[in-house]
């Protein structure tokens, strides 16, 4: 596998090498119009939109269920008195069970902090006032969001 990742490596350079050594260029791009930039910032608008909401939801399902899973586990920790070894292994695996339900619960209310609404309409104004999303934003933001389904031919 590392031979075949330092072939492509290297025909990725040699190719490089050989579009820079003819004077072969990209061609720059068209700038665009202004309806143009303005029916992009709209599509990123909805798309920012349709992120911040399936987000938001996607952390409501996550706290619930790490919730149901948490009480269920620890209600089962509390009333278990282990006196065989399979009992004293079942234990150990509820503790596992309740510290990752525990994270879960954590993640999803880090989540649902970072993912608000007043989040959202700040970036909408940063949209608005023509400044560029932050990174994190920008690389969650995939063709789905966009409501274009993407071909390849």
């Known amino acids: 596998m590392r031979h075949l990742i330092f072939i492509c490596w290297l025909l990725a350079s040699v190719c490089a090498v050989s579009f820079t050594a003819h004077g072969q260029t990209w061609p720059a791009a068209a700038p665009l119009s202004d309806s143009a930039a303005q029916v992009a910032r709209?599509?990123?608008?909805?798309?920012?939109?349709?992120?911040?909401?399936?987000?938001?939801?996607?952390?409501?399902?996550?706290?619930?269920?790490?919730?149901?899973?948490?009480?269920?586990?620890?209600?089962?920790?509390?009333?278990n008195h282990p006196e065989t070894t399979y009992q004293r292994v079942s234990t150990i695996a509820m503790v596992a069970v309740v510290g990752i339900s525990l994270w879960q619960v954590s993640s999803a209310i880090g989540q649902r902090r970072r993912?608000?609404?007043?989040?959202?309409?700040?970036?909408?104004?940063?949209?608005?006032?023509?400044?560029?999303?932050?990174?994190?934003?920008?690389?969650?933001?995939?063709?789905?969001?966009?409501?274009?389904?993407?071909?390849?031919?």
């Open 42 to 79: 709209d599509d990123t608008a909805i798309a920012l939109q349709r992120l911040f909401r399936t987000r938001r939801h996607s952390s409501i399902r996550l706290l619930v269920l790490g919730s149901i899973v948490t009480s269920t586990a620890a209600y089962a920790l509390v009333t």
């Open 115 to 153: 993912y608000r609404t007043r989040q959202e309409e700040a970036l909408l104004s940063q949209l608005d006032q023509g400044r560029p999303l932050p990174r994190w934003v920008r690389r969650r933001l995939i063709p789905a969001y966009f409501g274009t389904k993407r071909r390849t031919n």
